[in-house]
């Protein structure tokens, strides 16, 4: 006959197993848009917001083809309008018109779009970009330090008008 304490630890042993291995995983890695389309044919622009941005490729996702740019999908665009067609235009660092090319994460791109109501962008324009120049903030020493304090603060030293 087993002691009530080896059966106490095994059940709460059974039960941390249950608790540690959950059968669906918290959060996905980077969800998909399931309802949305990797290429936008129809878009009503009164829903609409003009999207812009500088930014790094953060994901590729070859078997939509699209990539993810600021959190964002983008999406190719072919769409006619009253006005005519409105399609994706693609530049090369030199600025000059270039066919649709598979984008690497790490690379940094300019997107001019329009953002849908479902999270994704319609692309108008992508155009590869130079990497961003950080700004340096130059550090200065100052030859004195107590002089300096003194003076920013108003301290004893600082002088009366």
Known sequence: MTSPLKSWIRAALMGAVLVAA???P???AAPLAKDV???VTQIGFEDCELFQVRAKVMEVRPERGTFVVAEREICEMDVFTGNGRLQTVYHDLAGQPDSKRQYRAGQYLFVKGYLLPAGNVAAIEVREIEKPKEARVRYKPIANQAKASRRSAGGAGAQEP
Do not use: F, T
């Open 22 to 24: 959950p059968a669906e």
């Open 26 to 28: 918290a959060w996905s």
């Open 37 to 39: 389309p990797a290429r």
